[in-house]
């Protein structure tokens, strides 16, 4: 789009070249979630800003279900694979995808991803996103669910200004509560704000340091997995 | 470029039509430096993820700096005004950009607003770009500087993860060090590795919150913007 000033307000202009990506990236997005469905794989596309907790917050999830469902991560990153590593530390098949620049997954990543790993024993499925709060919302991947983790730190206002991606997800996670004595940040207000933005969207406040508030996020996940395991 | 994937390493392939618009930017970009130029204005892009402190940076620098260098600002964001309302509140000049879903600020967007401002009454210009780690650092804007923050509570491992924008920057800032009794960080850690990454970067290490370490940051600027606008 082109660039909006407040005065005056200008028209938004779509760029026909990104709608034939993002109409490729559905097509292979499809078929990722075709081959999902045929091994009955659960896949929950992370998304969030960078240092907001996504990799803790999958390690906490890998724990807490030990031995009531099999987790496999696919994990996003410009570079490196430090992220990987603690995955498969903690036991879960994992591959890493270096997009070499690229600030997003797209669905054509994750279907060669989805061909390394051993989907016939993997029950959920995280795919964990690029750091961004921004690109990764308009590349479906094939995914069941797209979440968000906020965190504390990050200020209370992040909703105002990444709108699209409170919007579109279908669950909110704010992570670091542990640090809110420590920042301003207004849990009501957040909490009031992402509920106008997305209402049907359930809302996780927890600390992956602590612990606090992991179960509920849980359980939620247990529910989706039997639900979309299930094919309902 | 293509993904790349550990096993096998595939071919990093660049797409001819990004380097179009690369190259289109950095047009458009050297006409702004060249109107910066003309009206002595020292124009600084600062970049970050979203929550690092870019905003409050800018304002405890507007106030540091009163009545020694004259700021305005530009603000980036994919929506809402209220960076720039409270720019406004500290008595700067701004104009904010809203992306419209755009995941960084480019040079046209940039000559827009310039052509808003009062550059006769600007000494020093903050470009606050969108909250982004990854797509900001390919765009330049015709800026004297770039700078990243980078803040505690988002973990030491940033650099590795987006290498790029820290070894491309002309100084490093860490916010938020107030909150390091808090969270797992190492600073000795992260001032190794990004010193490592890109030795000619100053490195700061401060707290917005609180202060301390800003008096650093704030002569480096005054240093910048006296041999910018004194042409040298």
Redesign the interface.
Same mark, same amino acid.
């Given at each position: 789009?082109?660039?909006?000033?407040?005065e005056p307000k200008g028209a938004?202009v779509k760029v026909p070249?990104v709608r034939d990506i993002l109409s490729a990236n559905e097509r292979l997005a499809e078929q990722n979630r075709r081959l999902l469905a045929e091994h009955h794989v659960c896949a929950v596309n992370i998304m969030a800003? =960078? *240092?907001a907790g996504k990799t803790s917050l999958i390690l906490r999830t890998i724990d807490a279900l030990a031995g009531r469902l099999r987790v496999g991560v696919i994990e996003g990153?410009?570079?490196?694979?430090?992220?990987?590593d603690k995955v498969a530390a903690a036991g879960a098949p994992v591959?890493?995808?270096?997009?070499?620049?690229?600030?997003h997954l797209d669905a054509?990543?994750v279907g060669?991803?989805l061909e390394?790993l051993p989907l016939g024993q993997i029950d959920l499925l995280f795919i964990e996103n690029?750091?961004?709060?921004?690109?990764p919302v308009e590349f479906g991947l094939g995914e069941a669910a797209r979440v968000v983790v906020s965190?504390v730190?990050?200020?209370d206002?992040?909703p105002?200004?990444? =709108? *699209?991606i409170f919007a579109a997800v279908d669950a909110i996670v704010l992570n670091?509560v542990?640090?809110a004595p420590?920042?301003p940040f207004d849990r009501t207000a957040f909490r009031t704000l992402v509920a106008g933005m997305n209402p049907k969207a359930p809302f996780f406040e927890l600390s992956c340091?602590t612990g606090e508030g992991v179960a509920a996020w849980v359980a939620w996940l247990e529910a989706l997995a039997a639900r979309v395991r299930g094919g309902a």
């Open positions: 789009m082109q660039p909006r000033f407040h938004a070249v800003s =960078p *240092g990153d410009i570079a490196s694979r430090v992220d990987a591959v890493q995808i270096n997009t070499g620049g690229t600030c054509p990543m060669v991803a390394r690029v750091g961004n709060l921004i690109c965190s730190p990050e200020g206002d992040k105002y200004k990444y =709108p *699209g670091k542990d640090l420590y920042v340091a």
